[in-house]
């Protein structure tokens, strides 16, 4: 499977964010999770959320209420949302893939399917 993220590479203050993830050679109905990573200057590997196979989503808590994350099966893509970003949100955003399991995992290493990530600058 290939993970491919597209959107802007500058994005203002305050403006929402918005990623979209085309996936090939697999089905994003296919048994899995469909996650988001970031990774900021500096800093380590965050996870953002991910949406199931079936279509729910998890998200994590510090950055829930800015956070959506929504799928187009009949495009095969899966998209991220992220409002009111501030120049804290600058990173390098990735798609990501991993194995179903019970519990949504929140360990952006155990996502062994990425795309080669996106810059993300907010500008002040």
């Known amino acids: 499977v290939q993970l491919q993220e597209s959107g802007p590479g500058l994005v203002n203050s305050s403006q929402t964010l918005s990623l979209t993830c085309s996936v090939s050679?697999?089905?994003?109905?296919?048994?899995?999770?469909w996650g988001w990573i970031r990774q900021a200057p500096g800093k380590g590997l965050e996870w953002m959320g991910a949406?199931?196979?079936?279509?729910?989503?998890y998200y994590s808590p510090s950055l829930k209420s800015r956070t959506s994350i929504s799928r187009d099966t009949s495009k095969n893509q899966f998209t991220l949302q992220l409002s009111s970003v501030t120049p804290e949100d600058t990173a390098v955003y990735y798609c990501?893939?991993?194995?179903?399991?019970?519990?949504?995992?929140?360990?952006?290493?155990?996502?062994?399917?990425r795309g080669q990530g996106t810059q993300v600058t907010v500008s002040p």
């Open positions: 990501a893939k991993t194995q179903h399991s019970r519990v949504v995992p929140t360990d952006p290493l155990k996502y062994n399917y």
């Open positions: 050679g697999g089905s994003i109905t296919t048994l899995a999770y």
């Open positions: 949406i199931s196979y079936s279509g729910s989503t």
